[in-house]
């Protein structure tokens, strides 16, 4: 894995195998990543520009995986009970044919071997939340 | 006649003495004073000690920059992994509205990274033998 800091943007690349962890952004906000990386390098980028250098994302691998999870990103941001989350035309078109009761694992596979996620991140009242998240 | 003898030697006498023309010509004899000024000595040109490259400083204009988005960066950082070539440059690179802005030596860099095919006798596995790393 690379990690890339740039300002208050943060890039994790992944290059290869299947790489599985959780990015960690302060105490509210949680990324759990699960990947198989092809020949293309996959990445997360943490955007906190508007933060500042202050801001200090944590990455941790993990081993092991949820039974009830076939990959690809979740993310979790206490305090913030809906999140937007888009998600490119070009991936949604992989899973729009499926039968709907395998759609979500469907996409779930697609995110896995093929989406980059994009979080871009603000502080509310000494807090961090997510402003956006764009899986493309 | 002793009297005429005598005027006679009177006459020589004076016309040898002013006849006597040796004194016009002497040489002045005043004296030169020659001034003996410090010698300059030509000191070698001290040679200035190597400095190291200076780090480029960012222009605060983006003028020749190219835009590029962020899985173009995650390419440029993976191949730089790969070849374990990083270029000084790499510290201009500016992030900024969701995109990165790179010089175009960075964007050269990528180039030659992507066009070079990877063989054998790398640069990088070069040094993983040495255990360079």
Known sequence: ?136 | MKLLVGLMLILIAQSAYSWDLSDLFKPNKTQKTTRHLPTKKKRAKEKPEPAPTPTPTPSPSRQNYHKVDIEWMAKYRALEAVWAYQIPEDDLIQFEGGSYYVPPVVYRHFDDMASTPKRNGSRTQNQQQRGDF
């Open chain 1, 1 to 136: 894995m690379v990690i890339s800091k740039i300002g208050g943007a943060y890039l994790y690349i992944f290059r290869s195998g299947e790489p599985r962890g959780s990015v960690h952004a302060g105490s509210s906000i949680e990324v759990d990543y699960w990947l198989k990386v092809g020949s293309k390098p996959r990445f997360i980028s943490m955007d906190a520009t508007t933060i500042g250098t202050s801001f200090r994302p944590s990455i941790r691998e993990q081993q092991s995986a949820p039974a009830h999870w076939s990959g690809g990103f979740y993310i979790r941001s206490t305090g913030q009970g809906k999140l937007e989350i888009t998600i490119s035309q070009r991936l949604w078109e992989k899973v729009r044919d499926q039968p709907t009761q395998n759609q979500l694992k469907a996409l779930e596979q697609t995110l896995s071997r093929e989406a980059n996620l994009n979080v871009s991140i603000e502080r509310v009242k000494k807090e961090y939340r997510i402003r956006s998240v764009t899986i493309e």
